[in-house]
């Protein structure tokens, strides 16, 4: 609810501060006094577009706050709890726009965009006048105010439930889809390298153990010339252990002569001739050892080769191909049942859509249940309110499922037609400036509430009407202010005699200078304003008395 507005040098007025109650307010005043200057004020805090011509002459900036009551359960708390704002029981914007046209916002003295304060004015105020193209005059809001009037939110969660598990299961649906045309594509080059590898049969660590074999036979075809050479050497003569042992025996016959002098010469040889022996015997088991077959080299080396070129294909470690075989053979596999998990999750995204389709229906007939009944309550309101010709009706159109969405499947609009037979359509387009606000005002009293700001402002709603229509009027405002605030700006005497509070606006000259005033009337100087609009400049006592009417009347 609007506690309290604060005007600083907006056009006429130079410093203006109103306080505001629950209830019927209305604003009166001569034609040109300033009225749309405080409901522009008023707009411009609550994130309108900034204009510098609503800067006072002389003055440097224009500057508007406005105080709300704020519950702690109402979505403009919510919206700025998630946008990490400490939120109280009452709400302040303030907005400035200087000579430039710059503006700058603020939210509880903190700087914010106008962007936000516009989505808080939005959750706060309704304004509704003859040329507003928002709010009930909207089709995008038709459908949630349709669903508050019927109480539809068990329904529409029970859809939105559905939604989810409608998009998470085609989701998985065209990922699975997508993974399988992609294996698809790779299907032959996956069936090839597979192929290729079974033929090679690569295995962890052979590369290593055929590098070390093929080392080996290298070396060995290096060294077995060598061994070769030493053998003859070894071997030349009858051999170095013969050569030995027939010295051995030559100096046994000497030693018979010569006595143990040739001992140690006989000693030694003997050793020699065994070392020599067992020397020869271990060369032979070398050269055994290095032997190697050509045809193997070949064997060895092919096949090194084979696995390194594999490797080097498919950028992996030589040891690592068993492991990349086995991962195309699992993809082959996936492939191979993909198709199967396509056909699964196919069905489990026509179950959802089955689901969603039932939970839509039954949204959609309460939807078209409520409609009947809001046709029915809006067409009984038009006859007082001098719209008797005219219908009102509620279209709930189904849309196709690939307009579904989380509030259902359907487009709802209020449509109106004028006069008999003549054809159905928006109310913008169809109803004229006094028709617009009195659909509007119809629409508001029998939505009672459903998807209502805490506060309404309705300018001019009686605009070329008097009488019992004007009286219709102010009673239905009467009826909409005992659940929440309303503003009315009004030229009606019937309609200002219902307000619980009266604001009387009017412009004042010194002669230089005009500014606009605002008084907060008490009963009797109401009874003079309400007298002033029924006879104009001259307030006669039948005027009064008529003025003491409306407003014993409206009591």
Not at 59 to 64: C, G, K, L, P, S
Not at 451 to 479: Q, S
Request: aromatic letters at 2%; proline letters at 3%; glycine letters at 10%.
């Amino acid at each position: 609810m609007l506690l309290r507005l604060a005007i600083r040098d907006v056009v006429l007025i130079e410093r203006l501060d109103l306080d505001f109650a629950a209830g019927l307010t209305v604003l009166t005043g001569e034609t040109g006094a300033g009225k749309s200057i405080l409901l522009d004020s008023l707009g411009l805090a609550l994130g309108a577009r900034a204009d510098s011509g609503l800067v006072r002459a002389g003055a440097d900036q224009a500057v508007v706050t406005a105080e709300f009551a704020l519950p702690g359960d109402h979505a403009v708390a919510t919206l700025l709890t998630d946008q990490g704002w400490s939120v109280g029981d009452t709400l302040v914007l303030r907005r400035s726009v200087n000579k430039e046209g710059r503006s700058r916002a603020f939210v509880d003295d903190q700087p914010a965009s106008a962007g936000l304060l516009g989505q808080i004015g939005a959750l706060l105020i309704e304004a509704h006048g003859q040329h507003d193209d928002r709010g009930l005059l909207n089709p995008a809001g038709h459908r949630a105010l349709l669903d508050a009037f019927a109480g539809n939110a068990p329904l529409l969660a029970a859809v939105r439930a559905a939604h989810g598990a409608l998009a998470r299961a085609n989701t998985e649906w065209e990922a699975a889809v997508a993974a399988l045309e992609a294996a698809r594509r790779d299907e032959d080059y996956l069936r090839h390298v597979v192929a290729e590898l079974r033929d090679l049969g690569p295995e962890p660590g052979e590369e290593q153990r055929l590098a070390e074999e093929r080392h080996a036979m290298q070396e060995g075809e290096r060294a077995a010339g060598d061994l070769d050479e030493v053998a003859g050497q070894l071997a030349a003569d009858g051999g170095v252990e013969t050569r030995l042992r027939g010295a051995q025996r030559k100096l046994e016959r000497a030693a018979g002569r010569l006595g143990s002098l040739l001992e140690p010469v006989l000693n030694a040889l003997d050793r020699a001739a065994l070392e020599a022996e067992e020397a020869v015997d271990a060369l032979a088991r070398a050269r055994a050892a290095i032997a190697y077959d050509e045809r193997r080299l070949e064997i060895v080396e092919e096949r090194l080769f084979a696995l390194r070129a594999a490797a080097r294909k498919h950028q992996v470690r030589p040891d690592d191909l068993a492991d990349l075989a086995a991962q195309m053979e699992a993809r082959i596999t996936a492939l191979d049942a993909g198709e199967g998990r396509v056909t699964t999750l196919a069905a489990a995204r026509d179950a959802a859509r089955a689901e969603m389709a039932a939970a839509c229906e039954r949204l959609r007939a309460a939807r078209r249940d409520a409609a009947l009944r809001l046709d029915a309550g809006v067409n009984a309101e038009l006859d007082a309110l001098k719209l008797g010709k005219a219908r009102f009706r509620t279209q709930v159109e189904a849309q196709p499922d690939g307009q579904w969405g989380g509030d259902g499947a359907d487009r709802v609009n209020f449509e109106v037609s004028t006069n008999p037979g003549a054809p159905f359509g928006a109310l913008i387009k169809i109803a004229s400036g006094g028709e617009l606000a009195r659909f509007i005002l119809a629409l508001k009293v029998v939505l009672a509430g459903a998807g209502t700001a805490p506060t309404m402002v309705f300018d001019e709603v009686d605009r070329g009407i008097g009488g019992a229509v004007a009286d219709a009027v102010g009673d239905r405002l009467a009826r909409l202010a005992e659940g929440a605030q309303v503003l009315v700006v009004t030229h009606s005497p019937q309609v200002a005699a219902r307000g619980r509070n009266h604001f009387r606006i009017a412009k004042d000259s010194d002669g230089t200078v005009t500014r606009t005033d605002v008084t907060v009337l008490d009963r009797a100087a109401r009874r003079e304003e309400i007298a002033r609009m029924l006879s104009g400049a001259e307030i006669t006592p039948a005027a009064r008395a008529a003025a003491d009417a409306l407003l014993q009347g409206a009591t």
